[in-house]
């Protein structure tokens, strides 16, 4: 999937109190995340889009946009971020794909149940996939790490030749690929 483009896609959504409708063409030419769950009213799922709710502002400053897709409805996804605080405080936009077109574009539909899988994609303005995550029903994703990778990427498509090693951080030092640096790291 790294290095893909994205595919195109209609869905209703829910986001600021209102339903909207989105395409790709809303994602294109901005850098976003499709932050894909299983379902509405569950445990770790409010958890997690939680804990991306707390690290929104700060990624909107970045010039990203925020996806979150289930197959639940976007009457469903309203219906939930009324009645829970933790969800009440989402702003981003909260996208209903109960005929699964979306989930199934990005491959990561769990055959047989009618759910998404626990995945997160970071897309840049091409619509070209940089950075993908996967993790099982009971692994939670860290908001905080998304962040990282988000700025990693936006770092390596800024400074071309050059790359960013692990755990780096915004402003600390990163690698200029070469010849001499082989074996020497």
């Given amino acids: 999937m790294i290095n893909t483009k994205l595919k195109p896609f209609n869905a209703s959504a829910f986001k600021s109190g209102e339903f909207v409708e ?19 009213f569950t445990f770790v799922c409010p958890t997690e889009l939680g804990d991306v709710a707390d690290h929104y502002e700060e990624l909107q400053k ?21 009645s829970s605080d933790t969800i009440g405080k989402i702003n981003y936009f909260m996208v209903g794909d109960q005929s699964g077109n979306i989930t199934n574009n990005f491959n990561v539909m769990r ?4 759910l998404a899988d626990r995945a997160t994609f970071l ?4 619509g070209t996939i ?8 009971g692994i ?43 074996g020497k790291i």
């Avoid at 055959?111 to 009618?114: L, M, V």
């Avoid at 940089?130 to 029903?137: G, S």
């Fill in 111 to 114: 055959e047989g149940q009618g």
């Fill in 123 to 126: 897309i840049d303005p091409e």
């Fill in 62 to 82: 970045r010039g990203v946009e925020v996806f979150s897709v289930s197959t639940d409805t976007h009457f469903t996804h309203k219906a939930w971020h009324d």
């Fill in 140 to 182: 939670g994703r860290d908001a905080e790490d998304l962040l990282r990778k988000v700025k990693a990427a936006q770092y390596v498509a800024a400074n071309p030749g050059e790359v960013c090693p692990a755990k780096w951080k915004e402003g600390e030092e990163t690698l200029a690929p070469s010849l001499d640096l082989v």
């Fill in 130 to 137: 940089q950075a993908m995550e996967i993790t099982a029903e």
């Fill in 22 to 40: 989105i395409s790709e063409q809303d994602v294109l030419g901005k850098w976003s995340i499709f932050f894909f769950y299983p379902a509405d």
